[in-house]
Structure formats: structure tokens, C-alpha cells
């Protein structure tokens, strides 16, 4: 067989968004409150609240009924702007949109019988819209939010009986949407979920280290049942549909040659990939066993848990890639960044306005990694640069520094692809300027499209194509040859 020498033919080129950080229209049309929008901004840029969510804080939340503190309410505003929006994007050439589905809008409190309309009609609107512009729609299915009813109702993915709510929920958009969406994708960045409220939506800050653990992990294993329902149900209900899962993948280096430090750092990889080595693989790796016993860990499974995860098994697997760390053995290692990712200080690697260590051959090693590991068709649906933009008195964004990190991204790609990854395409993350998921700014900026608004959400809301718009555009055409 020949090395392949570029890109497939029909590589989805495009870029990805999620519901709670585009839409507004919070309580529109019969929508629910969500767990996205009981979270507060963060006051600074490294001031992390995406997961400080407490009983109180959730009251304080409800009682208010504005914008002003909750970013996710209001996005950008896609609700109303969602033609336009699409329009810039098949003007640069799109061939996918990844977009995600608010549940609450759906299943305004997530236990109804009966799904609210109004929520249907909106997303059939922004499918048709897309398909005019022969632009294929990407599909998350929960992208760190849901009802917020269910949080109150029974802590969220803490419960079994979310699974139920779930499965009802997935089942109304495969038979909605047949024949309709071909790429649907089930947890957003599964693995976030060992972080708290974000994937979980459940408020468990009074629990101890332990207890925390054992909470996040049990919701996770709901999580992996409820995926496999979900895939299974897809393929029952559209059989061309394809249906994945998708990780934020971090790549880990040992810090050094040192063989404790290579052990540490292969735990850590292994920590990140056990949530594909379940959804791919469809088991529990049994280095997980060994974690979840010293760790204070104690699953609650059902008879049929395995049979239903092993029958569930994803169709590609898609991830996130925005940086890498290093894994040492060393007492007071030095952190690189506040992120949610935040690892070990690589000397060799720069960092981005907010702290992110950026690393495109990184890129190329998790390609290969993941590669070699699953066989199974592989799709980046996030990769990009948050950074502050400045809008000039003529309405212009020279934003050279995403052309360059975007440029190296998809070059370590191209050798991956060469290396004989397959890789089914290439979404940016926020093509057009969003809420940040982290800190709720709006000046985390990571569009080719820039949008008037400032994190206080005062602006406009009108758009204007940044530098980066036609440079992507090139890069679309050629399909990746022009960069
Ligand atoms: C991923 C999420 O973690 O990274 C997105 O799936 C998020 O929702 C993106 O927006 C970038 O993170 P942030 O915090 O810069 O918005």
C-alpha cells in the first residue's frame, strides 16, 4: 500500500460550538433552566467556577432572573442569529457544524412524557439551514449541561434514574432527526465529568476527597450506560447514522528518562484513555480495578451493566486537543496553568494568554497513540486559541498568532494522517467568538468571526470576519494543502 499523501476527499472540515455557550434564549419558547446557567463568570481569567456549585449558590441562582452574572444565558445570541451565523460558515467553505443540543429545551425539566415542540422546531430550522449550504451537522448530545430540574430532583447523573431520563431524551432526537443528522456524539469530553458539577450535575461540595470520588465515578459509570444505550438505540433507529464518544484528550511525557517518572506518566495516560478504553472497547480496563480499590472506590453495577456496555460500542472516536503536560515523580511539581487540565510546566512548550501549553506535535503523538490503540476511525472536533482580540476602528481582527497555531495544528495532522491515522476531519473549536466553558468570558476569543460583545455583555452583537476567515477559507479549498 502507498503512504497517503493528504487528507481524505471528504474530510469534514468545519467547527464545533455547544448550546449553553452560543444559544441565549435561555427561557424561550418553553425551554428549562440548566445546569449551565446556575454557574456564575469567573472574576478573573484564571479564576476557575466553572465547578463551584453549591445548594446555595444554585437558590441564589434561581432567583435571579438576569443575564447579568450568568453568561450562559445569553451567548451570543445563535437563537436569533443562527441564519447568519450559518451563512459565514458556508462561506468559508464548511463541509460540517458541530453544534450541541440543549436537553432543557427538549425536556424542559428532563422527566416529561412528551417533548416540548418548540425545542424540535428549533434545532429542524438549524439542520435545514445547514444542509441548504450542504453543510453536515455534528451532534452532541449533552455538552456539560442539563435539566436543571434533575439536579434538585435527584443530584443529577448521581442517580440511576437519570439513565431512564436520558434514554427518553435520545430516543425522541433519533426518531426526530432520522435521516437528518448523520454524526451524533453522546457525552461531551466524558472524562471532565471527575471534575464535578460541569459533568455530573450534581452539587456535592460538602463530600470529602473520597466521597467526592466515589460520586463522579459512580455518575460515570451511569454516564457509560446511558452512552451505550444510546448507541445502541441510534443504531437500531437510523442505521446510517455514525455515533461516537468523545474524550479531551491529554497527551502526557515523562518529565524525565527516569523509569518512575515514565510510570507516573503512563498512569496519568492511562487515567485519560480509560474512558475510550470503556467506549471503544467496551469494557472496564482492569488497571482500573486496581485504581478504583485504592482510591476508596466502590462501583454499584447491575446484573446486565457489562453485557449493555459491551453492546454499545462507538462507531468513532472523537476528541478534544488543545495542550499536553508532563508527569514527574517530584514533590512540589511546578503547575503550568490554573486550567482543568493543568499538569506539569514543560520547558519546551509556549503558552497561550490564558496559560494553555501549546503543542502541535502533540497532536501528531495522541493521533498515533489513539490510532494504534482502537482501530476505529478518529475525528478531532475541538483544537484552537482562546486569546484576546482587538477590534480596530475599521473593523478589523489581525489575528496572525490563531492562523499560526491553527497552521501548526493541522500540518503534526497531516503526518499523522501520513503516518496512516484515519482521521474523518478537522472541527475548530468556536469558529465564531463564544462564551468561554471555564470562566464564562467572552473575551476568551477563539472565532474567525468576531462578535460585539464584551463579559460584562454589553455590545452590538454584530459580526465581522477576523484575518483567520479567509485564511481558513484557503485551507478548506485546498483541503489542507494551502496553509
Ligand atoms: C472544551 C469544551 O473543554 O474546551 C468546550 O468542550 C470549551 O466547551 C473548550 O469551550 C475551550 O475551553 P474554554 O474554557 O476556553 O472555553
Redesign the pocket.
Known amino acids: 500500500k502507498n503512504m497517503p499523501t493528504g487528507f481524505a476527499k471528504d474530510f469534514l472540515w468545519g467547527g464545533a460550538t ?1 448550546a449553553n ?1 452560543i444559544e441565549g434564549a435561555w427561557n424561550e419558547d418553553g425551554k428549562g433552566l440548566t445546569t449551565a446557567e446556575v454557574v456564575k463568570k469567573a472574576a478573573t481569567h484564571h479564576d476557575l467556577s466553572m465547578n463551584t456549585v453549591s445548594q446555595e449558590s444554585i437558590a441564589e441562582a434561581i432567583a435571579d432572573k438576569t443575564d447579568e452574572m450568568y453568561p450562559k444565558r445569553r451567548g451570543i445570541d445563535f437563537y436569533h442569529h443562527y441564519q447568519e451565523d450559518i451563512k459565514l460558515f458556508a462561506e468559508m467553505g464548511f463541509k460540517a457544524f458541530r453544534i450541541s443540543i440543549a436537553w432543557a429545551r427538549i425536556f424542559p425539566k428532563g422527566d416529561e412524557k412528551e417533548p416540548n415542540a418548540a425545542g424540535l422546531e428549533f434545532y429542524d430550522k438549524v439542520f435545514s439551514e445547514c444542509h441548504k449550504y450542504g453543510i453536515e451537522p455534528v451532534v452532541t448530545i449533552s ?2 449541561e442539563m435539566p436543571l430540574n434533575l439536579t434538585l430532583k435527584q443530584n443529577g447523573w448521581a442517580s440511576r434514574q437519570t439513565i431512564d431520563n436520558f434514554t427518553h431524551y435520545t430516543e425522541t432526537l433519533f426518531q426526530h432527526y432520522k435521516g437528518v443528522v448523520k454524526y451524533w456524539m453522546t457525552f ?2 466524558i472524562n471532565a465529568i471527575t471534575g464535578g458539577f460541569t459533568g455530573t450535575g450534581a452539587v456535592d461540595n460538602e463530600l470529602n476527597l473520597e466521597q467526592k470520588a466515589q460520586l463522579r465515578f459512580q455518575a460515570l459509570h451511569h454516564q457509560f450506560v446511558a452512552s451505550a444505550l444510546a448507541v445502541q438505540q441510534c443504531h437500531a433507529i437510523d442505521p446510517n447514522a455514525k455515533i461516537g464518544c468523545m474524550l ?1 484528550r491529554a497527551q502526557n511525557y515523562p518529565k524525565t528518562p527516569n523509569p518512575k517518572d515514565v510510570r507516573a506518566a503512563q498512569l496519568q495516560d492511562q487515567l485519560n484513555l480509560f474512558y475510550t478504553d470503556v467506549q471503544v472497547r467496551g469494557e472496564y480496563p482492569e488497571y482500573m480495578n486496581r485504581y478504583f480499590q485504592e482510591n476508596g472506590v466502590a462501583l454499584q453495577m447491575q446484573a446486565d451493566d457489562e453485557q449493555i456496555i459491551k453492546n454499545g460500542t462507538v462507531d468513532y472516536l472523537a476528541f ?1 486537543y ?1 495542550m499536553s503536560s508532563i508527569t514527574s515523580t517530584d514533590s512540589k511539581p511546578e503547575k503550568f496553568a490554573d486550567s482543568f487540565m493543568a499538569g506539569e510546566k514543560n520547558p519546551y512548550l509556549e503558552t497561550s494568554d ?1 496559560g494553555w501549553q501549546i503543542d502541535p506535535i502533540g497532536l501528531r503523538i495522541s493521533l498515533n497513540e489513539m490510532w494504534d490503540r482502537y482501530r476505529v476511525p478518529l475525528f478531532v472536533v ?1 483544537n484552537g486559541l ?1 486569546a484576546e482580540d482587538k477590534l480596530t476602528d475599521d473593523y478589523q481582527v489581525h489575528d496572525s498568532y490563531r492562523i499560526d497555531y491553527l497552521r501548526q495544528h493541522i500540518q503534526q495532522m497531516k503526518e499523522a494522517v501520513k503516518d496512516g491515522v484515519q482521521l474523518m476531519g478537522y472541527l475548530t ?2 469558529p465564531i467568538d463564544l462564551i ?4 464564562s468570558e467572552m473575551s ?1 476569543r477563539y472565532g474567525f468571526i468576531y462578535v460585539d460583545q464584551d463579559d460584562a455583555g454589553q455590545g452590538t452583537l454584530k459580526r465581522y470576519k477576523k484575518d483567520s476567515f479567509d485564511w481558513y477559507k484557503k485551507v478548506i479549498a485546498s483541503n489542507g494543502e494551502e496553509l
Open positions: 455547544a455557550q455538552h456539560y461531551n469530553e479531551a478534544s488543545y490564558w475541538e482562546g473549536w468556536g468561554s466553558a471555564s470562566t476568551k
